[in-house]
């Protein structure tokens, strides 16, 4: 069974560019959560879908944005890009919206901006 | 808001020594995981804990709750060099409306030397 694939798995973008990442869930699970790690920071939850619909979304500013499509993969879009947004974009998927469903992680995106 | 810390933040320890890690929370939680992070990797799912008193155990990881003390451990017996890697522990947050998120602590950075 396929894990969570997450494509880009590196990216280097100039500062004010524009990037979207893309996570593709484990086959059956609807529900997909995009966290953001750093090292001064942490993990930090960025937004969750499911069925095309965002559910919650965490503390980043409107550059920070997402979408589902109907076979449940995801993508997130970051404009304006800063410095700061150099981070590790991990995505996690689970069977339906949590509670009581496990998340699974992706390898991650490592974003970097210079 | 929901915050869970750990300690230590850095163990160094010897092969075949036994030592615990710890993770503590804010709020009221039933459920807290366990992950493993090796170094530019995802994040492994090792222990979900669903109830209070609940026990788990994998080779020489053993993680255990409790809810009352808003407390989590992860004990190592007779560590090896292959457990190397950064542990977190998460706690769901409950959002308004019933959808959650992880919410991770700082990580604990584990090195086992020979």
Not at chain 1, 41 to 60: A, D, H, I, P, V
Request: some cysteine; overall charge positive; glycine content about 8%.
């Amino acid at each position: 069974k396929a894990g969570v694939t997450q494509t880009p798995r590196y990216l280097i973008k100039t500062r004010g560019q524009q990037v979207t990442l893309s996570c593709s869930p484990i086959s059956g699970h609807r529900s997909v959560s995009w966290y953001q790690q750093t090292p001064g920071q942490g993990l930090q939850f960025l937004f969750e879908y499911f069925s095309e619909t965002q559910r919650n979304k965490g503390n980043f500013p409107g550059r920070f944005s997402g979408r589902q499509f109907s076979n449940s993969r995801s993508e997130m879009n970051v404009s304006t890009l800063e410095l700061g947004d150099s981070a590790l974009y991990l995505c996690a998927s689970s069977l339906s919206p949590r509670p009581n469903t496990e998340a699974f992680f992706g390898q991650g995106t490592r974003l970097t901006v210079v | 808001e929901l915050k869970v810390e750990q300690n230590p933040l850095f163990l160094s320890m010897q092969e075949g020594k036994n030592y615990t890690i710890y993770c503590n929370y804010s709020t009221t939680s039933d459920r807290l995981y366990w992950y493993r992070q090796d170094p530019g990797k995802s994040l492994e799912s090792l222990f979900v804990l669903l109830s209070n008193g609940a026990v788990k155990q994998e080779g020489r990881l053993m993680a255990s709750l409790d809810t009352k003390a808003r407390l989590s451990t992860l004990h190592i017996t007779a560590a090896v060099h292959d457990l190397s890697a950064t542990y977190f522990c998460a706690v769901d947050s409950v959002f308004q409306g019933g959808s959650e998120k992880l919410v991770f602590g700082k990580g604990t950075k584990l090195t086992v030397n020979p």
